[in-house]
């Protein structure tokens, strides 16, 4: 495959309106203006979000004007994709402090200097500054139909569940920022692919102009899981290199495709036979070791992978972590934990209910060197006990 063929193939979900239309334009050697959308709902940039931005840094390589937008103004809203419950509403001082690292964050993937460099814009620039008039006039050009047919808002709407107006209307400003801007292009993941249908629907009524959509693949497992925030497994691009390179570890055997096909730019060639060779009943250990020297390597360099595959493989492997060294909780933390699961996500090793599950149905829990067997039991923790979950421990104490 040649650059552009890599470009539409690898690595993306789905083409709007098509392939093919994009390709021409692409062949025809127009440069072309797009972005991708960040809201800052949080402080970190995980390597789900390294999908997309791979796919702008293939833009950018091919000379196309790149901007990574932060939304600012959108994150106060409230983005519902992917929620079937109300976000928490946040305040302007907390968006901007989570968005304080992110250029520095996307620039292990991104060149924000050099002869093309990345652009960065807030949609506060123009959100922000619309009058209460302009912005129901601009609402005119949608209709209540074509909101309140998102799959979410039919299931909250089945259970009899509210539907907020700031929610409501976020498709609607989010979808305004191609607008705003004027692109040509915008990249998401597959779950925002809605809100940048909509931004399309948009520019064809105001600018009359189309505007290409690429959504990419969410990060998941072979079995759908999803890699992030929501799962309690997410994984920073700048976490340490050394912890980066143990959660990378830590994630299940069936991750290893997925991330190498999307996080890396090992040959299609190279990662069928790795499949094949882990279904013959070849060690996945050999291969999840190289995606993890070559992940922290992309986010890092070198040296840094070294050292993290060097500690790894001490501490870990050879079974030299000590226990004086495990992160402690206190027995108060769990007063009120009803169960194994509640004291998973209370200790600090997962993030929902859903992760200890699996890690538990994995036979990957044990309490004192002894398996947990189920998820509904409920363990009277003392001082001195040890949980471990895969290759996360924590210590009880006082």
Known sequence: MDAIDELLTRGVDKIYPSREALEKVLRSGKKLKLYQGFDPTGPQLHIGHAVALRKLRQFQNLGHHVIFLIGDFTAMVGDPSGKYSERKVLTKEEVLANAKTYKEQASRILNFEGDNPVEIKYNSQWLEKMSAIEFFRLAHYLTYSQIIERDMFQERMKKGQDLFMNEFLYPFMQGYDSVAMDVDLEIGGADQMFNMLMGRKLMHKILKKDK????????????GVKIGKTEGN????????????????????????????????ISTEQIEDMKKKMESGENPMIFKKQLAFGLTKQFNNEKSANKAQNEFETRFQKGELNNAE??????????????????LVLSGITESNSAARR???????????????????????KQGDIIRAGRKAIKINT
């Open 359 to 381: 890690l538990i149905e994995q036979k990957a829990v044990k309490i004192n060197g002894i398996l947990v067997g189920s998820s509904k039991d409920n363990p009277k923790l």
């Open 326 to 343: 495990l992160p402690t909780k206190k027995e108060s933390d769990f007063m009120n934990a009803t169960s194994i699961l509640d004291t």
């Open 212 to 223: 290409f959509v690429i959504t990419v693949p969410l990060l998941t497992d072979a079995n």
């Open 234 to 265: 997410v994984i920073g691009i700048s976490d340490p290199p050394s912890e980066f390179f143990g959660k990378i570890m830590a994630l299940g055997d069936d991750a290893i495709i997925p991330c190498s096909t999307l996080l890396t730019d």
